[in-house]
């Protein structure tokens, strides 16, 4: 009776334990949970996921995959459809993507936690994937990119080539020889230039003397091409006679006037750039003004001598009067 009692109690503790483990089992895949909101999402590549897979939402665990599926509309695609928790704020935004803790580590679903903005995602919505990049992936990129990088290095040696090339004639410039050339040549110049740098000093020193003498000569022969512009204006008025010859003379004596203002801004000009001969350039400014000057002084007292004429000793230009 004893040893019946015995098989009774150990039969009842195992199945006790039995049903504890299932129990156990079955709530650690979630089996138990009510009120999961299913959502869906599609990949190219499934990555080795299977119903039971965690779902994590920013790392945390949100959930479980339920199924993975050829999609019936698509069959280029694989059809993930997984619970997460109610409480979790899935987002119309949130990224779903395949993801390992580790190198060695099983894959699962990843959900991102989108944006504060965006509003939460309605169960059984459609949420945006990001397509799974695995070791296959990376090698054959690698390997994609084995016949270009061979390329840039062929390139990178014609390039390496060309620059010991100039290299090379750049040191055959500056060898000794033509150092030594380059050097003696910057002396001499340094040497020039200490000896005559008085001579450059006093010629820069005369011509701004030279330049501030004929400032004044300038203005003067301005003024009295003025004068001699106002006396003609006194002559018009005065002659009476209404002769056609004679206002075609002033007239033309007006234009030469014009030109001869226009002449002594180009004298100013020369002045300044032809120092070689700024002497008889001033003495026949002199000149110049004294003959300007003698005609207007013999226009006032004889406006008549615009129709008999005036005898006037020839001069030369930079001779004596």
């Known amino acids: 009776m004893d040893a019946k009692r015995e098989q009774v109690m150990v039969g009842l503790f195992v199945l006790a334990a039995t049903v504890l483990l299932l129990v156990t089992i079955f709530a650690l895949s979630g089996t138990f949970s009510k ?27 949100a959930g479980r995959v339920e199924q993975v599926r050829v999609d019936p509309n698509d069959s280029t695609r694989i059809e993930l459809s997984f619970g997460v928790r109610p409480e979790i704020p899935v987002k119309e935004d949130s990224l779903a993507k395949i993801a390992s803790l580790g190198p060695l580590g099983d894959n699962y679903l990843e959900l991102g936690t ?31 990119l084995g016949p270009t990088a061979q390329k840039v290095l ?80 006194h002559v018009d008025s005065t002659i009476s006679e209404n002769r056609e010859d004679l206002r075609k003379s002033v007239l033309e004596l007006r234009q030469t006037l014009s030109s001869a203002s226009v002449l002594v801004d180009q004298l100013n000009r020369v002045v300044i750039y032809n120092t070689d001969d700024i002497d008889a350039t001033l003495e026949n400014i ?25 005898k006037v000793k020839e001069r030369k230009p930079g001779g004596q009067q």
Not at 37 to 56: E, I, N
Not at 115 to 121: D, E, F
Not at 167 to 190: E, F, H, P
Request: proline letters at 4%.
């Open 154 to 233: 062929q390139i990178l040696n014609q390039r390496l080539d060309e620059l010991q090339v100039t290299i090379t004639r750049v040191n055959d410039l500056l060898n000794d020889r033509n150092r030594s050339n380059m050097a003696a040549t910057l002396a001499d110049l340094r040497g020039t230039l200490e000896e005559n740098r008085q001579k450059l000093s006093n010629t820069m020193s005369n011509l701004e003397d030279v330049s501030a003498k004929a400032k004044p000569l300038l203005d003067d022969f301005k003024k009295t091409v003025q004068d001699a512009d106002t006396a003609l204006a």
């Open 35 to 61: 009120g999961a909101f299913l959502h869906h999402a599609y990949f190219k590549f499934a990555a080795g996921l299977q119903p039971g897979a965690v779902v994590r939402y920013g790392g945390m665990k």
């Open 286 to 310: 002199r000149v110049s003004t004294d003959n300007v000057r003698e005609l207007t002084d013999t226009l006032k007292r004889r406006p008549s001598a615009l129709i008999r004429g005036i």
């Open 114 to 144: 989108g944006t504060p903005q965006s509003p939460l995602a309605a169960p059984g919505s459609t949420l945006k994937s990001a397509e799974y990049v695995g070791l296959d992936d990376v090698e054959a990129n690698l390997n994609n």
